[in-house]
């Protein structure tokens, strides 16, 4: 997981097994999950 804190703000972002980022979390946006095919290319993003 990587962090960033901005004053008020708060972002994380979240990685698989396979090093592809997976979930952000950002205080302000909500949620962002990232979902992979077999061959690691992006799939979906869903809110």
């Not at 901005?6 to 698989?16: C, V």
């Amino acid at each position: 997981m990587k962090r960033q804190i901005w004053t008020g703000f708060e972002r994380k972002y979240h990685y698989n097994a396979q090093h592809l980022l997976s979930l952000i979390v950002d205080s302000e946006k909500g949620a962002l999950h990232y979902r992979y095919d077999e061959l690691g290319q992006l799939e979906r993003v869903k809110t």
